[in-house]
């Protein structure tokens, strides 16, 4: 009887201690994905000025420097950021590789967390930019978009910025939506016609958990923030704004 005790201590103990290990990684891991990107605001912020911005105001006049991490990685076509967020990263792009970055880092490497890409089917003009970002659970790449499940919160971050390297656009939040991966949203690149526009738009404001009070028109570029809600493979939150 002592020996099967034994055996089963040994056996209990080596799986607590394989748990700890574990878990012990895991917080390495994200500790280090988080240097990486304070390392990548200070190559384009200057070291120095990587704090977030309280206000859009402010964030402007400390543009980021996207030459020098295009220099460093040509897949980067810009940086989005949210005042008083965590998000706040560049966005990578790769038509022919469009999941690339899905859990890759800025040089390459495997990611746990990945790096915000937009849609491979996407150009810097099209009618609808779709940008995609893990929900990670200690709150980084898109886990704060989550919080727009509650109108307060956007009442408080209505304004998206996406900066490229000719330009800074604002974007105004219109529709807060939690979807499937198969829906039409998603096929939404380029409305091609007013009509196929208007369509669009009609049908996320109607899924929008809330009014926003905001409905675009046609001319007016829309970018998508899409990420998982962890509660099924199929399951997305996303977040639609049209430019101001």
Same mark, same amino acid.
């Given at each position: 009887?002592?020996?099967?005790?034994?055996?089963?201590?040994?056996?209990?103990?080596?799986?607590?201690?394989?748990?700890?290990?574990?878990?012990?990684?895991?917080?390495?891991?994200?500790?280090?994905?988080?240097?990486?990107?304070?390392?990548l605001?200070?190559?384009?912020?200057?070291?120095?000025?990587?704090?977030?911005?309280?206000?859009?105001?402010?964030?402007?006049?400390?543009?980021?420097?996207?030459?020098?991490?295009q220099?460093?990685?040509?897949?980067?076509?810009?940086?989005?950021?949210?005042?008083?967020t965590?998000?706040?990263?560049?966005?990578?792009?790769?038509?022919?590789?469009?999941?690339k970055?899905?859990?890759?880092?800025?040089d390459?490497?495997?990611?746990?967390?990945?790096?915000?890409?937009?849609?491979?089917?996407?150009?810097?003009?099209?009618?609808?930019?779709?940008?995609?970002?893990?929900?990670?659970?200690?709150?980084?790449?898109?886990?704060?978009?989550?919080?727009?499940a509650?109108?307060? @919160?956007?009442?408080k971050?209505? =304004?998206?910025?996406?900066? +490229?390297?000719?330009?800074?656009? !604002?974007?105004?939040?219109? %529709?807060?939506?939690?979807?499937?991966?198969?829906?039409?949203?998603?096929?939404?690149?380029?409305?091609?016609?007013?009509?196929?526009?208007?369509?669009?738009?009609?049908?996320?404001?109607?899924?929008?958990?809330?009014?926003?009070?905001?409905?675009?028109? @046609?001319?007016?570029?829309?970018? =998508?923030?899409?990420?998982? +809600?962890?509660?099924?493979?199929? !399951?997305?939150?996303?977040? %639609?704004?049209?430019?101001?």
């Amino acid at each position: 009887m002592k020996k099967w005790y034994r055996f089963g201590m040994i056996i209990l103990l080596a799986v607590v201690g394989f748990s700890v290990f574990m878990v012990y990684r895991e917080l390495r891991i994200q500790q280090r994905e988080k240097k990486d990107f304070q390392e990548l605001r200070e190559m384009a912020y200057g070291k120095g000025n990587v704090q977030r911005s309280k206000s859009i105001e402010k964030f402007h006049e400390k543009k980021r420097n996207l030459l020098t991490l295009q220099e460093k990685n040509s897949d980067c076509v810009g940086w989005l950021y949210i005042s008083d967020t965590q998000i706040n990263y560049p966005v990578m792009h790769t038509p022919c590789e469009p999941q690339k970055y899905l859990n890759k880092n800025f040089d390459g490497a495997y990611s746990y967390s990945g790096i915000p890409f937009l849609d491979g089917r996407c150009e810097l003009d099209s009618d609808n930019l779709i940008f995609y970002g893990h929900n990670m659970n200690n709150g980084t790449m898109f886990a704060d978009v989550m919080k727009y499940a509650e109108r307060d @919160y956007f009442v408080k971050h209505q =304004t998206i910025v996406f900066e +490229t390297l000719t330009e800074c656009r !604002e974007y105004v939040i219109f %529709a807060v939506m939690k979807t499937g991966t198969a829906d039409n949203w998603y096929y939404f690149i380029n409305a091609g016609i007013p009509e196929a526009y208007d369509e669009f738009v009609e049908r996320a404001k109607m899924k929008s958990l809330y009014d926003t009070e905001v409905t675009p028109i @046609y001319g007016k570029q829309i970018l =998508t923030l899409s990420t998982c +809600t962890n509660r099924g493979k199929e !399951e997305r939150f996303l977040i %639609a704004a049209v430019k101001k």
